[in-house]
Nanobody, 113 residues
């Protein structure tokens, strides 16, 4: 399993970012995937999940209406579109296989004015 996240950056409150995850080494198109995050001094939080075929999405209440998870099974890619970012969204964001919890190295998102 190989998961590589990208797209993290420093952004002002209210800004937007798109995170990407390149997956390989497993059957991506047959796997439910998630984005999880870890804020400084806090535990892991599952932000969003998407079923293997992309027909069912789930977003945590903390990001509902602001974040959207999507996937491209033809290219083994997972995405997280983040809008109206808040200070409390600052965290390391990981792409993860939902069932096993395996995740990549993460990408840093910092929301600051």
């Amino acid at each position: 399993v190989h998961l590589v996240e990208s797209g993290g950056d420093l952004v002002q409150p209210g800004g937007s970012l798109r995170l990407s995850c390149a997956a390989s080494g497993f059957s991506f198109s047959g796997t439910t995937m998630s984005w999880v995050r870890q804020a400084p001094g806090k535990g892991l939080e599952r932000v969003s999940s998407i079923t293997s075929d992309g027909t069912s999405l789930h977003h945590a209440d903390s990001v509902k209406g602001r974040f959207t998870i999507s996937r491209d099974n033809s290219n083994n890619m997972l995405f997280l579109d983040m809008n109206n970012l808040r200070l409390e969204d600052t965290a390391i964001y990981y792409c993860a296989i939902t069932l096993s919890g395996q995740r990549g190295q993460g990408t840093q998102v910092t929301v600051s004015s």
